[in-house]
């Protein structure tokens, strides 16, 4: 896979995560609407308690007041608008759960959906992982969730910009950084390592304009710090002819 072509991916998978937040959302939203058309129905069926009452109690104020008493034609009459009242109320209670279902139903779809859209950005994130020839650190966070995706991906891309001899000598370090930050996940190396990358991640997604990223001078200091470090030791690795085998790290290594 291409350099150009693992960015297109991590890019992707930032579309899929996207996409699935917005399942969720609605999937929240189909739910609470649920809720709502539940306590709707209760109201609706106090309501019609409310007017059965007023309409038995006026059917049986206009019998006793004609001299009737409740059997006969006024009970009949009494009892059918009994009947009636209790139909409406059973017809109230079966739309709003026809109604409540229906929109679990669609919460449920919806909550698919999202699982779906993540499975497809997790698989989207691996196929970046290696067309981007090694985002290693910032990867391995993101996978312990110590560094937000948005920040990741720009980050991401402007790694896959850099000469192949900066790179090598990221990776120098890079590497058994990793090991060690999976390891040791709460170690005092890790959690410097956690600090500084979120700072530049987050600098480099606040240049590219994502929402939410502020443009920190501590990210850009690191970035003036290792951006030299990581060349002269690429630069004597080039002589020697050496080169880190950094997929071993998803590999098994």
Not at 36 to 48: A, N, P, V
Not at 146 to 155: A, E, S, V
Not at 214 to 232: D, M
């Amino acid at each position: 896979m291409s350099i150009s072509g693992g960015v297109s991916d991590l890019f992707s998978a930032g579309g899929s995560f996207e996409a699935a937040a917005g399942y969720g959302q609605a999937s929240k939203s189909a739910y609470k609407s649920a809720d709502i058309t539940r306590s709707s129905t209760k109201i609706q069926l106090q309501q019609q308690d409310i007017q059965t009452y007023k309409i038995l109690g006026t059917e049986n104020a206009d019998v006793a007041g004609a001299g009737f008493t409740s059997g006969g034609s006024a009970g009949d009459l009494m009892r059918m608008s009994a009947q009636q009242a209790a139909l409406s109320s059973q017809l109230i209670s079966n739309q709003g759960e026809i109604t409540a279902g229906g929109f679990e139903a669609q919460g449920a779809s919806y909550k698919a959906q999202q699982k779906a859209a993540n499975a497809q950005g997790e698989g989207q994130v691996v196929g970046g992982i290696l067309g981007l020839v090694g985002w290693v650190i910032c990867t391995e966070l993101v996978k312990q969730r110590r560094l937000p995706r948005k920040y990741w991906t720009p980050g991401a891309a402007v790694f896959a910009s850099y000469p192949d001899y900066v790179r090598e000598g990221y990776y120098v370090w890079a590497v058994p950084s990793v090991r060690h930050l999976r390891n040791h996940p709460r170690s005092l190396y890790s959690r410097f390592l956690c600090a500084i990358f979120n700072w530049r991640a987050e600098n480099i997604a606040a240049h590219a304009k994502v929402r939410g990223a502020r443009i920190l001078l501590r990210g850009a200091l690191v970035t003036a710090v290792l951006w030299p470090l990581c060349y002269g030791i690429g630069a004597v690795r080039a002589l020697m002819d050496k080169q880190t085998d950094w997929k071993g790290l998803y590999n098994g290594g």
